[in-house]
């Protein structure tokens, strides 16, 4: 468009509304639709064109096993320890060196197997808790169309569950209940694979500022945990790992579906 | 090392959102699932060793996306595909114009998934690359740009062009683009 009465070409309508014009131009394509149907009607369309084409552009969507295969290469392979060989260095300057070092690191891996073993134990402890026998779940409900409103006005944040058919080979919803860990409000699933229970914790991410990386296990149980731009997701059970991490990756996967 | 766990853990937390988009875009690209996850694959590892030299206060979507771009590039089915010559401007906007339908007649067809999804599929690749970029993806121009390795000016046509193709491919009687 290059004054205000004259009708947006094909370009700069294109640009209107992907947002992109500098503020004076969509100022002035804004009051120039004021007054002309025919280019107003022409927005209207472009807008549901790239609504629709924002639809139909979805449509490939991983299989849990393919995002769980994806999921793993998100982590190094462990590298092969060096072979700590000492040439020729001046023994008692290098040696205080590497010894502070050690001595820093230490102190840092102490401190973060503290905080991690401190998260593990607490998740475990929630997890216990809900296989005790008379444990109720606060909705029992395997449909997610019930648990997800369940929600509703009791957490600060909001989540999607995946659909059934979206779920790994032999898993299953079995309920849910409002939790608290590291003292913020979290969201706890209850899950099935095949006959072992799974915990599901999902609080929001903004509110975790540790994002202490989890062991693998504890205790005997399988731990695991992903993030998306919102929430953190850990998830906790005796089922073998490969099978937690594709029940996480089909969560992972629903979180990016509206 | 603690630096290199903080590390992988960021380059985790920022990479698993994206793994749906990237497989989907991969997807579009190669036109085939298989190569597509291992596009997927390698994009993750060369980010992975690359992570360094990624700096925080960019954009990573755009940077990883730039990655698989690439990694497409390369690739067999890529190198097949860049054998094929796209007139950049050649195809004058006013062509498409000419035949623009009214709002009216789009409105019927997109309520057809499978219309607009064969008409995204007829799409010469950089119009639809643009387009999925711009919707699906809702990048702005100027990261759009960096992934392709164009001007703004030239990102801002072709999303123009590509809309008005996917318009001409949608109406009732339509023919091939081009």
Not at chain 1, 29 to 45: K, M, P, T
Not at chain 2, 55 to 73: G, H
Request: with cysteine; charged share 20%; proline share 7%.
């Amino acid at each position: 468009m290059n004054q205000r009465t004259d009708h947006l070409d094909p370009e700069a309508l294109s640009t209107f509304i992907d947002g992109e014009l500098p503020a004076e131009a969509q100022q002035a394509a804004r009051l120039h639709l004021n007054g002309c149907h025919s280019c107003a009607l022409q927005v209207l369309s472009a807008t549901q064109l790239k609504a629709a084409t924002a639809r139909a552009g979805h449509r490939f969507t991983p299989t849990p096993e393919t995002l769980a295969r994806l999921s793993a290469t998100l982590h190094p392979q462990p590298q092969p320890k060096k072979t700590a060989r000492i040439y020729s260095f001046r023994a008692g300057a290098w040696g205080a060196f590497a010894a502070a070092i050690l001595l820093v690191a230490s102190l840092l891996a102490w401190r973060q197997i503290r905080q991690t073993d401190a998260l593990a134990a607490e998740l475990l402890d929630q997890h216990l808790a809900t296989l005790a026998s008379g444990a109720i779940p606060q909705v029992i409900s395997t449909d997610r169309h019930t648990v997800k409103p369940w929600f509703q006005g009791r957490l600060p944040f909001s989540f999607n569950l995946p659909d059934t058919s979206a779920l790994p080979p032999d898993s299953a919803l079995k309920g849910a209940d409002l939790t608290y860990f590291e003292g913020q409000p979290a969201a706890l699933l209850l899950f099935t694979i095949h006959k072992h229970q799974v915990s599901i914790f999902l609080t929001q991410q903004a509110n975790s500022p540790l994002l202490t990386p989890l062991p693998k296990t504890h205790a005997g149980f399988s731990l695991a945990s992903a993030t998306t731009p919102n929430l953190r997701i850990l998830a906790v059970s005796d089922v073998n790992p490969a099978d937690l991490n594709l029940l996480l990756a089909s969560l992972v996967s629903a979180q990016s579906n509206n | 090392m603690p630096s290199i766990n903080v590390q992988s853990a960021t380059f985790e937390e920022l990479a698993l959102p994206l793994l749906v988009s990237l497989y989907n875009q991969a997807c579009w690209l190669a036109r085939n699932r298989t190569e597509a996850e291992d596009i997927v694959q390698e994009t993750l590892s060369k980010a992975l060793r690359a992570f360094g030299s990624f700096e925080p206060d960019t954009n990573f979507k755009a940077w990883i996306f730039c990655i698989l771009r690439n990694t497409f590039l390369t690739s067999r089915t890529g190198i097949a595909a860049s054998r094929t010559v796209f007139l950049e401007d050649q195809a004058a906007a006013s062509e498409m114009a000419a035949a623009d339908p009214s709002p009216e007649e789009i409105v019927i067809r997109l309520d057809d998934l499978a219309a607009l999804e064969a008409a995204l599929d007829e799409l010469p690749p950089p119009l639809r690359e643009v387009l999925l970029l711009c919707d699906v993806e809702e990048m702005k121009y100027k990261d759009i740009a960096i992934i392709l390795g164009v001007p703004i000016g030239t990102v801002m046509s072709r999303i123009s062009r590509a809309r008005q193709a996917l318009r001409q491919l949608l109406q009732p009687q339509a023919g091939k683009v081009q």
